[in-house]
């Protein structure tokens, strides 16, 4: 999904979980991040949505601030690790603040598997839109004869093995 929202220049945001305690964001992600894109925020907050992010989103949403032109919300796509605690409260604060939110569940996990569940569920009542990435991905294209159609179709071959895996595991619902 990161190389497919590079490819469409999506921002990606990233954060991580009190990172002097948990970790850094893990190198296999992490390598795949473009420098315009290195926007990592350590957090203590189990939301992302801290006031740096709040900041970014905002202003995204914002559709011509230099004008203050009227607010529109965006789309987010969602993956993350800890589902029922990070990602849901990530999520429901996005919903309160106007904005749909994509739950892109073959990347998302929990250590309880039960706990993943129950939170994609929970997520999908309150208005989350659970789907998955390749899913996702065609809808961003929206036509075979985008200009990076033969790019980003190129993509999902060549991680259709992982993909299937992914989905294999984590898309029991």
Do not use: W
Request: hydrophobic share 40%; proline share 4%; glycine share 6%.
């Amino acid at each position: 999904m990161i190389r497919t929202a590079t490819t469409l220049n999506i921002p990606i945001y990233t954060t991580t979980q009190n990172a002097a305690r948990l970790g850094p964001t893990v190198s296999e992600l992490a390598t795949l991040l473009p420098e315009q894109y290195k926007t990592e925020i350590d957090k203590t907050a189990f939301s992302m949505m801290v006031p740096q992010l709040t900041e970014l989103i905002t202003r995204q949403a914002s559709a011509d601030p230099s004008q203050n032109k009227p607010y529109r919300p965006v789309s987010v796509l969602m993956v993350g690790i800890e589902t029922h605690v990070c990602v849901t409260q990530t999520a429901l604060d996005l919903l309160a603040m106007g904005h749909r939110v994509y739950l892109l569940v073959d990347g998302l996990s929990s250590c309880n598997a039960g706990e993943r569940g129950i939170a994609i569920e929970r997520l999908r009542r309150e208005g989350c839109i659970v789907t998955t990435s390749e899913s996702v991905m065609f809808e961003l294209l929206g036509d075979a004869g985008s200009e990076h159609f033969k790019k980003v179709s190129g993509i999902i071959k060549e991680m259709k093995d992982e993909t299937k895996a992914a989905v294999d595991t984590f898309c029991k619902l």
